[in-house]
């Protein structure tokens, strides 16, 4: 089976722009997770998406949105971009039929200038 | 509300030393638990996980781990330290499907 898959992996916006990451989870996998890894904060939960829908949502504002689409990738949007939401995201899969391990993408590297 | 606790940011071991991690967790639920690994610039892989089965879990690349219940403990041990195990491990608990809280990371170094 082919891993995760997330494009683009190098990414540099400007401040105030807006931003879209994609993921494409392992065949099969329905739920899909974001997370934003910075040195200072290390790994933070953004959002998990399972069949279209959001399940469950970490602590950052409503500029960080996502959605899934029904062949199960995802995309995770930035708006207004800060300086501050520098950082590695990463895209995580599980098949969710119970609490199972999540298999990572390599992560897109955003830098906000 | 389930937190993970790493002890110690940084480990260095001699090639061919004990590796031993540590992780200490809370849930107010019993938890599945998780070693991932990370390499410069890639996403984590998986290690292990706990998941209320055996309390001694063995991984990949010669890591195991096990799970105390009375010392809230999930720590991470390989007999042997190889030059190619240098990276940042990340202990996880989860109780909810889908999400996950990582503890802080360890960055591993193995000199020579």
């Known amino acids: 089976k082919a891993g995760v898959t997330q494009t683009p992996r190098y990414l540099i916006k400007t401040r105030g722009q807006q931003v879209t990451l994609s993921c494409s989870p392992i065949s099969g996998h329905r739920s899909v997770s974001w997370y934003q890894q910075t040195p200072g904060q290390g790994l933070q939960f953004l959002f998990e998406y399972f069949s279209e829908t959001q399940r469950n949502k970490g602590n950052f504002p409503g500029r960080f949105s996502g959605r899934q689409f029904s062949n199960s990738r995802s995309e995770m949007n930035v708006s207004t971009l800060e300086l501050g939401d520098s950082a590695l995201y990463l895209c995580a899969s599980s098949e969710r039929l119970q609490v199972a391990e999540a298999f990572f993408g390599q992560g897109t590297r955003l830098t906000v200038v | 509300a389930q937190s993970v606790t790493q002890l110690g940011s940084h480990v260095s071991v001699s090639e061919g030393a004990l590796v031993l991690l540590r992780c200490n967790y809370s849930s107010s639920v019993p938890p599945y638990l998780f070693w991932y690994v990370q390499y410069p610039n890639q996403g984590l892989q998986l290690l292990l996980k706990y998941t209320s089965a055996a309390t001694l879990v063995k991984g990949i690349n010669g890591f195991e781990a096990e799970f105390k219940k009375s010392e809230t403990s999930f720590h991470l041990t390989k007999p042997s330290a190889h030059m190619s195990d240098a990276a940042e491990y990340f202990c996880?608990?989860?109780?909810?499907?889908?999400?996950?809280?990582f503890g802080d990371g360890t960055t591993l170094t193995v000199k020579p």
């Open positions: 996880a608990v989860s109780v909810d499907a889908g999400k996950s809280t």
